[in-house]
């Protein structure tokens, strides 16, 4: 048997779901002097059908706690709700709604109404992928 911290195992998740696996094989790999048990994750391409490895998340049961760096690309280890997705999704399209009244104004600069168009763009194509996200659960 295998202890893994639960943050770690949600991001390696998160991270198979985001590359397009849905399916992976587990392996627990046994320790042995010097080396931690470990839990090896291997994705399986249905349609190659071969499997990826991943890498392997390490016994934790008398390690430190956990850490995590994060960069602008990474996955968020924050589990939402439904509900909260559908709020977020609201709230894009009123963020959408009011950047285009604000374009209206003739009195805003141009690098403001080019920050503005930007920001658009980033809100629609984000409120997009989420609808079609979404479309599964209404």
Do not use: W
């Amino acid at each position: 048997m295998i202890t893994v911290n639960v943050m770690e195992l949600f991001l390696k998740s998160a991270e198979l779901l985001a590359d397009g696996y849905e399916k992976v094989e587990l392996l627990e790999i046994d320790g042995d002097k010097g080396t931690p048990a470990s839990l090896s994750f291997s994705a399986l391409d249905e349609i190659n059908e071969e499997s990826i490895d991943y890498e392997s998340i390490d016994d934790c049961l008398n390690d430190e706690k956990f850490s995590i760096s994060f960069s602008p690309g990474s996955i968020a280890p924050y589990p939402m709700t439904l509900d909260d997705l559908f709020l977020i999704a609201h709230a894009l399209q009123n963020a959408i709604e009011n950047c285009k009244t604000a374009l209206d104004d003739k009195s805003i600069s141009a690098e403001l109404r080019s920050e503005i168009t930007d920001s658009i763009k980033r809100f629609d194509s984000f409120y997009n992928n989420l609808s079609s996200f979404l479309r599964e659960f209404q």
